[in-house]
């Protein structure tokens, strides 16, 4: 059953980063006051930097002439994490839908979901706000913590294929 959602899992998780980005819901990167670079002159501003106004967080500075609720704007540009990850996501569905029908092994699909969306997760934290935490020497956001064990779990689904293949090797004729 879960070979079944895992492609499905990939989409709804890029449609719904859409309404982060849409609603300034808070699911922002860090400042990013570095110029926009060159190979990405194609793309709007927003792309790069964005200050969310009008954000459901009411977070920032008030918009002048505006009074109520949902009149804010971020004081700096920071990174739109949530149309990044709706990228990326909406991608690896792709991707996904492409390779559905190679995957016979049972839970071998899943696993390939959960060690994507693992490795997409476990970047975007990079530049995401978080709050971290403190193990020793490591600092990491929590959610970079969950995409190892995501990862660890895909690892281990993903590894019955290697060893049937290796019962069953091609045989050259």
Known sequence: MLDIGG???ML?????????QMSGDGDWGKVNINPKPGFLNWAPDWMWAFNFPHNVNDEGLQIPGCVGKFFHVLPA???PTSFYESTVCILLFLFL??????????GVFFGIYLILNA?????IEFIRVN???QIGSFSFPQAQLIAVLLFIAGVI???PAFKQKNKHPLKHG
């Open 97 to 106: 839908w492409s390779i559905r029908d190679r995957i016979k092994i049972p």
């Open 157 to 159: 689904l993903v590894i």
């Open 119 to 123: 490795i997409e997760r476990f970047m």
């Open 12 to 20: 709804a998780y890029g449609i719904g980063r859409i309404g982060c």
């Open 131 to 133: 709050t971290r935490y």
């Open 7 to 9: 492609a499905g899992m």
């Open 77 to 79: 540009p920071v990174y």
